[in-house]
T-cell receptor, first 108, second 114 residues
Framework: AQRVTQPEKLLSVFKGAPVELKCNYSYSGSPELFWYVQYSRQRLQLLLRHISRESIKGFTADLNKGETSFHLKKPFAQEEDSAMYYCALGTGGFKTIFGAGTRLFVKA | DAMVIQNPRYQVTQFGKPVTLSCSQTLNHNVMYWYQQKSSQAPKLLFHYYDKDFNNEADTPDNFQSRRPNTSFCFLDIRSPGLGDAAMYLC?????????????FGPGTRLTVL
């Protein structure tokens, strides 16, 4: 079955602390993985794609096929990182499967 | 700025009263999607259009229909809304719909069913 699991509904860290948002997927083919973010009162938007292998706003995510994971990491969290984060899996047939999301709260 | 627009942002309807949600895009993308998102849940794909070709997800209720009269506009029609249809409805677009394609989202329409 094709599935995306984000085990944490809420993650709270202090400003300056490292943050890791977990994402595990289930997919039989070669996965295309994304992180989308939704800031307060804004629309859902792309944060990064694994295919681009880039760092956006200090965030990185590495695809680990052995562990079927695509965790999102940032070494030093900022208050403006507080948002809802969704991991997503691009499958065939125009379908993207989203995880249920993790709300990140960065405390001052 | 090129973008995805949804109207209205908030829609209140009565149980059983048909309602239409609207989405437009200035990105000139080939694919338009409709998602339903309930509280604390993942966005769930209802259907998509690739150009004029419509594809319904297998588990999308018959109560939900869609129209795409041209490249720019796409509508979600709920023929007889039930209380369980109260949700945020998200419209999204992508250029080609491939697995690696980025999706661009509208702000959503929050539907309340009384």
């Amino acid at each position: 079955a094709q599935r995306v699991t984000q085990p944490e509904k809420l993650l709270s860290v202090f400003k300056g602390a490292p943050v890791e948002l977990k994402c595990n997927y289930s997919y039989s083919g070669s996965p295309e993985l994304f992180w989308y973010v939704q800031y307060s009162r804004q629309r859902l938007q792309l944060l990064l794609r694994h295919i681009s292998r880039e760092s956006i706003k200090g965030f990185t995510a590495d695809l680990n096929k052995g562990e079927t994971s695509f965790h999102l990491k940032k070494p030093f969290a900022q208050e403006e990182d507080s948002a809802m984060y969704y991991c997503a899996l691009g499958t065939g047939g125009f379908k993207t499967i989203f995880g249920a999301g993790t709300r990140l709260f960065v405390k001052a | 700025d090129a973008m995805v627009i949804q109207n209205p942002r908030y829609q209140v309807t009565q149980f059983g009263k048909p309602v239409t949600l609207s989405c437009s895009q200035t990105l000139n993308h080939n694919v338009m999607y409709w998602y339903q998102q309930k509280s604390s849940q993942a966005p769930k794909l209802l259907f998509h259009y690739y150009d004029k070709d419509f594809n319904n997800e297998a588990d999308t209720p018959d109560n939900f229909q869609s129209r795409r009269p041209n490249t720019s506009f796409c509508f979600l029609d709920i023929r007889s809304p039930g209380l369980g249809d109260a949700a945020m409805y998200l419209c999204a677009t992508s250029l080609s719909g491939t697995r690696a394609d980025t999706q661009y989202f509208g702000p959503g329409t929050r539907l309340t069913v009384l």
